[in-house]
Structures are given as C-alpha cells and as structure tokens.
C-alpha cells in the first residue's frame, strides 16, 4: 500500500473515489504491520507510516458516515497520527483489544462517521436562512449542505460559528 499502483488497483476495484455525493465503500479496515526489526521506535515509525497508507485510502474511498479502523504500535507518533485523522471524522477512538496479547504495544484507531462536509467545527460561516426546521432552526445551505442555526429567522443573513458536524448536517449559531 506504499506504491501508488497499488492503490490505484484498489480504486479501480471499488470503482471510483469520494466525491460531493459521496464515496464507494463503508469501511477501510487495515491490519497492516510492518516487518519486525527489533528496534522498537523503528518498528512504531514504519507502522505510523503504514496507518497513514491506509488513511490516504480511506480519505480518497470512504462515503459520507463511512467508518476506517487501523492497526498501529503505540509511540511517540500516535498522538500527532490520531490528530491528523480526527478532522476528517466525527470521532476517533484507540481501541486495545482482549484479543491482543498483553506484551503487545498494538491498538486499533478507530475513526467513525467520515464527514465531507465543507464546514467543519469552529468554521465561521456567512448563510442566508432560508427555512425553517419543525424544532424552530433555521436552515441554511453551504454549497448545498445543510446547516441548522438556532435563535434566527427566515430571510436573515447571518455570520454563523459551527459547533457539531455530522455526515448529513451540522449546527451552528451566531457568532458574537
Ligand atoms: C498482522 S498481519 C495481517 C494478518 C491478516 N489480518 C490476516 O488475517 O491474514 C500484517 C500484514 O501486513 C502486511 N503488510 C505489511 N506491509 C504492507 C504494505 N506496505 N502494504 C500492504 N500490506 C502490508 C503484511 O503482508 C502482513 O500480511
């Protein structure tokens, strides 16, 4: 999965990539792991690098809510791993396993809900409302996805702070 023909083998095999209206598959699932050398940060490096494969794949493959789940040994780099995976997600949890052995240093990252939204939590955002939601939000369109604003009016425009995207929609509110 480091070579670029591999991976287009496998676009070419679900046919296609992600685009406005969504993507091809439901889940990247990678177990890949990196040949043992017996140098532990090494070891946690290559296997960094190989999550990172699987997410460029998962990036480029994934429908809107679609989930990715990958195998990597814990280490300095997780941490800056799981931060550049968690915007493209609703979340991202580490999951360590019964099933793997207690001298094991492997977990799983696993990121839930893609999001293709074009607005992402703490976005700032000028909408126009123009609907409103059976609950009293109103509804705003950002390059045709859905924004629920609370406390507005239909026909205003407004300068919006987003707080929660999800696949389908997110929220927001005025900003101050
Ligand atoms: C723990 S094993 C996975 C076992 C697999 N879940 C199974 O049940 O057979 C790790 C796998 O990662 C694969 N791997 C390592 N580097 C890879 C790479 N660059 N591209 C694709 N696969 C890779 C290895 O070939 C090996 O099969």
Redesign the pocket.
Same mark, same amino acid.
């Given at each position: +999965?480091?070579e670029e023909s591999t991976k287009q083998k496998v676009r070419d095999a679900v046919g296609g990539t992600t685009d406005a209206r969504g993507g091809p598959v439901d889940v990247v699932l990678s177990? +890949?792991?990196?040949n043992m050398s017996g140098d532990y940060d090494l070891d946690h490096a290559r296997s960094v690098h190989?999550v990172r494969q699987a997410f460029e794949v998962a990036t480029d493959l994934l429908d809107s809510g679609g989930d990715f789940a990958a195998k990597v040994f814990d280490g300095q780099d997780l941490a800056d791993l799981k931060a550049d995976i968690e915007p493209e997600f609703e979340y991202v949890r580490e999951v360590r396993p019964d099933a793997s052995r207690d001298s094991s240093s492997e977990l799983y990252l696993v990121a839930k809900h893609r999001l293709t939204a074009p607005v992402r939590e703490g976005d700032v955002v000028e909408v126009t409302i123009d609907d409103m939601g059976e609950e009293g939000d109103g509804i705003a369109k950002v390059d045709g996805f859905t924004v629920f604003v609370s406390g507005v009016g239909e026909g205003e425009t407004v300068e919006v702070r987003i707080d929660d995207v999800k696949p389908r929609f997110a929220f927001g509110q005025p900003a101050e």
């Open positions: +999965m480091t177990d +890949m792991a990196p190989l």
